[in-house]
């Protein structure tokens, strides 16, 4: 199966190119299910069942067509089997409903597809295989050599190398905002720059970034917003596309997966976003890969999603594996509920810590000190996050003891688990910054960031307290 002949078969050639989307779009109405490349959000059940706690259990969602299966089958295969060479012919010209190549679509990948789109009130969504993935093809999605983006540095380390090192090393740059004013960020926009880039609560110092005015921005340069709403929980706690954003990124790793098993990522688009702009040639060009397909008149308000597919999933191949999807689908029946739950012991932990002697310093956009705090009451209703800092007195010593007298929470690298876990972001997700950007993203040396997770918040407490004890 060569995936290059599909695709160009799938989509359209010049001459055919806005009757078949015509034809495709007419589709759309009669069945939710028809057009799985494209992946169209099921509109029925959205449009009457609005609620976060109904969508994240039921949008997407079909019964098995083959055996009525309630639960969300597993679809493990790599392509899907032609009734002859008729069928492959009409599935190729987009003529039937069906899937052929899981690089490009696969059922099960589809409904978490569907079920993000929904969640994140968007249009459409791709599901890839990690957060970064979702990063680099986003990103590649909207930028050719030469051109810029704009983004706050305090981010999460692995984003923040990826931004630095590798799109540099494709002539692609980043350029950092020196402070948190939107004003700074503003000053760095210029002709060659595709896009502003925010962390929803900044994965270093929980920054929460002003959205509308940040929006207001990006409106008026003509450049989108793109939000990486990994702390925002997969729009439990905030929905970026309702404040302007263009592109919403995930990393479904975190709570959207909530089981610490699993690596993938989403990028989802909110349908706003005017693409036809002199900054993004490619998405009103004719494009010579699929006969001369133009991105934008045949995808609309899903164009970025279908370019990066179609294009970006295609080439660079970073697809989700489907038993990865089916395991993030489970989390996400009650996404709402685990980050309502880690949101909760969040605050009390943080409360509690700062009433700790030998704790220096804590640090989270709930409590009333953090600089964001009134961003928080602005735009999140239910809590602000579930992950908090905290520094202890005494040296590096002190504080890998503490780390490694603690019982019950978990010493790893990873936010967005059941459990409760710790990490020492210095020396490890963010180990790769120079020590002038650890301070600018607000890690000191001595920094411990804690994930919340969903356990009894006395049990969390006992276990920060006995190995407080042991420190000097
Ligand atoms: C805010 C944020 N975005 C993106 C990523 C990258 O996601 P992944 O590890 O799934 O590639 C992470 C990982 O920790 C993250 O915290």
């Known amino acids: 199966m060569h995936c290059d002949i599909l695709i160009s078969h799938i989509l359209y050639d010049n001459a055919n190119a806005s009757l078949r989307c015509n034809s495709a779009r007419k589709c759309f109405s009669f069945s939710t299910s028809q057009f799985y490349f494209l992946n169209i959000s099921n509109t029925d059940i959205m449009s009457v069942y609005k609620h976060f706690e109904t969508l994240q259990v039921h949008a997407g969602r079909k019964a098995d067509p ?55 009130g968007c249009t459409a969504a791709v599901a890839v295989s990690s957060g970064q993935a979702a990063h680099f093809l986003t990103f590649q999605n909207l930028a050719l050599p030469g051109d810029n983006f704009v983004a706050f540095p305090s981010l999460y380390g692995g984003t923040y190398t990826l931004f630095r090192d590798r799109f540099s090393d494709l002539g692609i740059t980043f350029r950092f905002v020196p402070g948190k004013n939107p004003k700074e960020a503003e000053s760095l926009i210029d002709d060659r720059t595709r896009g502003l880039f925010v962390e929803t609560i900044a994965n270093s110092d929980y920054h929460v970034p002003d959205f509308d ?54 990028l989802a688009e909110a349908g706003t976003f005017d693409w036809d702009n002199e900054r993004f040639p490619r998405f009103r060009e004719n494009c010579p890969a699929y006969h001369g397909l133009n991105f934008l008149k045949a995808f609309g ?69 953090h600089p964001s705090y009134p961003n928080v009451q602005k735009y999140f209703k239910n809590g602000a996050g579930a992950v908090l800092s905290f520094t202890l007195k005494g ?36 180990g790769q910054m120079t ?29 920060l307290q006995q190995s407080l004890r042991s420190c000097p």
């Not at 689908?329 to 509690?352: F, H, K, V």
């Not at 040296?395 to 990490?423: C, M, P, W, Y």
């Not at 650890?438 to 994930?451: F, K, N, P, Y």
Request: glycine share 8%.
């Open 213 to 266: 005015h940040l929006a207001e921005i990006c409106r008026k340069h003509r450049i989108p917003l793109i939000v990486d709403n990994t702390f925002g929980g997969g729009g439990y706690l905030f929905r970026p596309a309702g404040h302007g954003a263009a592109v919403v990124t995930h990393s479904a790793t975190k709570w959207i997966g909530g089981h610490g098993n699993s690596i993938a990522g989403i």
């Open 395 to 430: 040296d590096r010593s002190t504080t890998a003891q503490f780390v490694e007298r603690l019982q019950l929470i978990t010493h790893l690298t990873n936010v967005g688990d059941n459990k409760t876990l710790i990490a020492h972001p210095a020396s490890t997700t963010h």
């Open 66 to 120: 083959a055996t009525g299966a309630c639960a969300t089958p597993l679809y493990q295969t790599a392509s899907f089997q032609f009734h002859n060479m008729d069928h492959a012919a009409r599935l190729f010209s987009l003529e039937e409903e069906g899937f052929i190549y899981s690089r490009l679509s696969n059922p099960t990948v589809n409904v978490l597809e569907e079920r993000i789109s929904a969640l994140e």
């Open 301 to 369: 308000e899903k164009a970025f999603c279908a370019k990066a597919r179609a294009l970006g999933l295609r080439d660079w191949g970073c697809c989700l594996s489907p038993f990865n999807a089916l395991l993030i689908l489970q989390g996400i029946e009650t996404l709402s509920l685990r980050m309502q739950r880690a949101m909760d012991n969040a605050m009390e932990l943080a409360r509690w810590l700062e009433s700790q002697k030998k704790v220096s310093q804590v640090s989270y956009p709930g409590l009333k000190m």
């Open 435 to 463: 020590d002038r950007e650890l301070e600018t993203a607000g890690i000191g040396s001595g920094t411990l960031r804690l994930a919340a997770g969903i356990e009894h918040i006395e049990d969390l407490k006992a276990d």
